[in-house]
């Protein structure tokens, strides 16, 4: 189920109908909204009919659709060889290859076995993927969000990858090869010419292992009649080496966080691009355990202040689900081989098991399990908390979940957060989230158009500080200062962009007591918005 698909026209029955998914749309369309889908075309599911009849028979039509290989050769107990060395994705003390006894050939499986990648450099397969396109548009969904899709060519050779996993590795990452490949963008403005251009649509693709802005803009120009943005993984990959982004942790401050966002504004408006805004999905964990401090004592004060900076850059931004509630990490007391159900958690805590495990090295099995704690996606693949009966309303009492409610949910919950006067200081992270969204939607060509500028950067508060203005043809010229730390910082207001009035904080929903000029001071985790003076 997800993100392997059997079936590119159906619905599974146990999320419904067709017919339901056209009631959506229709009502949807009612409210003034549209439907953007997760389109996933770099694989299908084993169980697909395609790659059934694929695998029935080297002879059959749809061989071809998916890469199939023959064994790079037997090892000495005559087991066969992979190909290549790629690691899978989901799980690198895997190979990315996957062994069909019946016709003792490998197929590409770049993210599970039971994930086969399609062979793009069939025709037929391209238009098959179109046809699918066309069959949701013309059911009224407005766009897609394309999965993984800078992984559909691959370097017909099919080399090995260099040694990036570590002398002990048996596998290793081969993105090289199949990250934005050679007729990648070749593939996009097929799409975009034989299919898109005939909708009014909306595109974002997942594209990981790309961050180099002339590349991105061949696919986000406004020229490149590719996608209108997509998903660039900088800000998220902060706490993580370059090496290991997702299983590693490694520190980070407001510096970090000003060099990544002021560098994907700036170089998006110079390129005539377009950004995507976010700082959490399903691939993630959560955004206040992440970026700021997700104690009590701090949890919606930082959920505010990602709030106030997501609500304040150029963009199209994403909200994640429970993110405009601050929802948090899952307890780290929780037993990752009972309760984590990712697929790469489970294979990365199996391997760290193998490793460290059996009091080969406790210490580095705590480091793992800790890794796990800040970094799994099963933080933020727990049930939606809607409110504080059982199963935090997400599913009737004595209904099992596919995952343990997170075990905050009394007290951080939909429905206490829409409750008139709740939060702290009586507004909401949720009613701080509308108002943020209400100040973007007022202030447009400021927040979305506005020209960016980072300001006030010193040596003494570049680590706790991330402060910036906004200005706008009509709105004029705004002031953001952020506090990403959890002390007092005095911070200098710059003289150009001396303040007429704070607008807007995440302590307290009234006036804001600072000066608009000269020294102030940021309380712990303190987000401001100012209206500069004419």
């Given amino acids: 189920m997800g993100y392997d698909i059997a079936d590119y026209k159906d619905v599974d029955p146990m999320y419904g109908t067709l017919a339901d998914v056209d009631e959506l749309i229709r009502e949807l369309h009612k409210q003034h909204m549209k439907l953007m889908m997760d389109l996933v075309v770099n694989h299908t599911s084993n169980e697909h009919a395609w790659f059934v009849e694929s695998k029935?028979?080297?002879?059959?039509?749809?061989?071809?659709?998916?890469?199939?290989?023959?064994?790079?050769?037997?090892?000495?107990?005559?087991?066969?060889?992979?190909?290549?060395?790629?690691?899978?994705?989901?799980?690198?003390?895997?190979?990315?290859?996957?062994?069909?006894?019946?016709?003792?050939e490998f197929y590409l499986s770049l993210f599970t076995p039971e994930q086969p990648d399609l062979n793009w450099e069939n025709p037929a397969v391209r238009e098959a993927v179109h046809d699918v396109l066309r069959f949701w548009l013309s059911r009224g969904c407005s766009g897609f969000r394309m999965d993984v899709i800078n992984h559909i060519s691959k370097d017909q050779r099919f080399p090995d990858a260099p040694p990036n996993m570590g002398p002990a590795a048996q596998y290793h990452l081969g993105a090289e090869f199949f990250a934005n490949g050679p007729r990648m963008h070749e593939y996009l403005q097929d799409i975009h010419n034989k299919v898109?251009?005939?909708?009014?649509?909306?595109?974002?693709?997942?594209?990981?292992?790309?961050?180099?802005?002339?590349?991105?803009?061949?696919?986000?120009?406004?020229?490149a009649r590719e996608l209108n943005m997509i998903f660039i993984f900088d800000i998220v990959n902060i706490d993580g080496t370059p090496e290991n982004p997702v299983f590693s942790i490694a520190p980070f401050d407001a510096s970090d966080i000003s060099r990544i966002l002021s560098s994907q504004q700036l170089e998006m408006t110079e390129h005539d691009g377009w950004n995507s805004l976010f700082v959490e999905n399903h691939d993630q964990p959560?955004?206040?355990?992440?970026?700021?401090?997700?104690?009590?004592?701090?949890?919606?004060?930082?959920?505010?202040?990602?709030?106030?900076?997501?609500?304040?850059?150029?963009?199209?931004?994403?909200?994640?689900?429970g993110e405009e509630l601050g929802m948090r990490n899952v307890p780290r007391s929780w037993d990752p081989a009972v309760e984590y159900k990712d697929i790469l958690s489970q294979n990365f805590w199996k391997k760290s098991l193998a490793r460290y495990g059996g009091g080969k090295d406790p210490a580095k099995l705590e480091h793992a399990k800790e890794i796990l704690a800040r970094k799994a996606r099963d933080n933020a693949r727990t049930p939606f908390q809607w409110d504080g009966g059982p199963n935090a309303g997400f599913c009737r009492e004595g209904v099992e979940p596919w995952m343990t409610v997170n075990e905050d949910y009394r007290t951080v919950n939909a429905a206490k957060q829409l409750e008139e006067?709740?939060?702290?200081?009586?507004?909401?992270?949720?009613?701080?989230?509308?108002?943020?969204?209400?100040?973007?939607?007022?202030?447009?060509?400021?927040?979305?158009?506005?020209?960016?500028?980072?300001?006030?950067?010193?040596?003494?508060?570049e680590h706790a500080i991330f402060a910036y203005t906004r200005t706008g043809d009509k709105g004029g010229k705004w002031l953001v200062v952020l506090n990403f730390s959890k002390g007092n910082v005095e911070w200098d207001v710059p003289e150009e962009c001396e303040v007429d009035k704070w607008v807007a904080g995440n302590y307290g929903k009234g006036e804001i007591e600072k000066a608009g000029k000269g020294r102030i001071v940021l309380r712990p985790w303190e987000a401001i918005l100012g209206k500069c003076s004419e």
Avoid: C
């Fill in 421 to 461: 006067g709740a939060g702290e200081e009586g507004l909401s992270t949720f009613r701080f989230w509308k108002r943020g969204l209400a100040s973007r939607k007022a202030h447009i060509d400021v927040f979305v158009y506005g020209s960016f500028e980072v300001v006030g950067a010193t040596r003494e508060t």
């Fill in 196 to 223: 898109l251009s005939h909708y009014d649509t909306i595109t974002v693709g997942e594209m990981p292992f790309v961050t180099d802005i002339n590349e991105i803009i061949r696919t986000v120009g406004s020229e």
């Fill in 286 to 321: 959560r955004s206040v355990s992440r970026f700021v401090d997700d104690s009590d004592a701090w949890r919606e004060k930082g959920a505010k202040l990602l709030a106030l900076m997501q609500t304040t850059l150029a963009g199209t931004l994403y909200v994640y689900q």
């Fill in 56 to 104: 029935s028979s080297k002879t059959s039509s749809k061989r071809d659709w998916y890469i199939w290989k023959s064994p790079k050769g037997r090892t000495s107990t005559g087991e066969p060889i992979p190909p290549n060395n790629w690691a899978q994705l989901l799980g690198d003390a895997n190979s990315a290859w996957t062994y069909d006894p019946s016709s003792d």
